[in-house]
């Protein structure tokens, strides 16, 4: 048997001594697609962020490994070149940059940049532009400026496709991400996976329309820090039915 692709063992973080994730255990494989579900406040951006090693967050007990090795004292930076991957929430201050440029940065700092040159960066991106639906003139606009939630999103999964990550953290909080967004995301993991498919993903939703279109291996319910049911497709499907009240009143 092979080292999982990430495991999280027993992880409880805080941030700025408020307990979040009180022993979150968690294993994706190569391929898998798991989806991560839970009320607001559950913890799952924090869950997200944890395993991209944000500063804001502590790792007070537990253990996350890629392919086996601690990075529990790797910076974001380092889990990024390994191949860990979330989607940049970008800040205002990045304005100004376009669409093509900062996806040549993000890709210099992933892949060696003698892997390959300026031109196939160019065409990568047209060829992906063209796959995900999106028009050229996409890659000149300013990062953020003006971005539909659909563009957006549809943005992050073009730098998944580019930057090749091992495993891709999808965090899907954006207020305002309708239908049309959401089936961006759940066809574009789907057809960078296709592409890469030896890929893992996590998905942090609470939507399950995404999931009806994205089929992930594995839900996960995470609820005040804690995993507190895993299963497959179908339970994704219950919670749309009964919400996450049943859970929330034994896990309170
Ligand atoms: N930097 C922080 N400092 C203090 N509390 C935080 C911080 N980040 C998140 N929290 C709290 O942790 C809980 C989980 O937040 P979050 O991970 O964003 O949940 P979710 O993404 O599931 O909605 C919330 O109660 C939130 O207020
Ligand atoms: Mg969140």
Request: charged share 25%.
């Amino acid at each position: 048997m092979s080292e999982p692709l990430l495991e999280l063992r027993d992880v409880y973080a805080d941030a700025d001594g408020v307990p979040i994730l009180r022993g979150v255990s968690l294993s994706v494989n190569d391929g898998e697609v798991h989806a991560l579900m839970g009320p607001n406040g559950a913890g799952k951006s924090t869950l997200a962020s944890v395993i991209m090693g944000h500063p804001g967050y502590h790792v007070s007990a537990g253990r996350i490994t890629l392919r086996g090795e601690d990075i529990s004292s790797w910076t974001p930076d380092h889990r990024a070149r390994a191949g860990i991957f979330l989607a940049f929430q970008y800040p205002e201050a990045i304005s100004g940059v376009s669409v093509v440029q900062f996806l040549r940065q993000a890709i210099a700092a992933r892949r060696a940049l003698s892997e390959l040159s300026v031109l196939e960066v160019r065409l990568e991106l047209a060829e992906w532009m063209d796959r995900l639906g999106m028009e050229p003139a996409f890659a000149e606009r300013h990062l953020n400026e003006g971005f539909s939630g659909g563009e957006r999103k549809r943005n992050e999964v073009l730098q998944m496709a580019l930057l090749r990550p091992d495993i891709a953290l999808l965090d899907e909080t954006d207020s305002g991400l309708d239908i049309d967004a959401l089936r961006v995301v759940a066809r574009g993991v789907r057809s960078v996976r296709d592409a890469n498919p030896t890929m893992g993903a996590l998905v942090v939703t609470h939507y399950v329309t995404l999931l009806n279109e994205l089929h992930p291996d594995h839900v996960h319910i995470l609820v005040n820090g804690r995993i507190v049911e895993s299963g497959g497709e179908e339970l994704a499907t219950t919670i749309d039915r009964e919400g996450y009240d049943s859970w929330r009143e034994v896990h309170a």
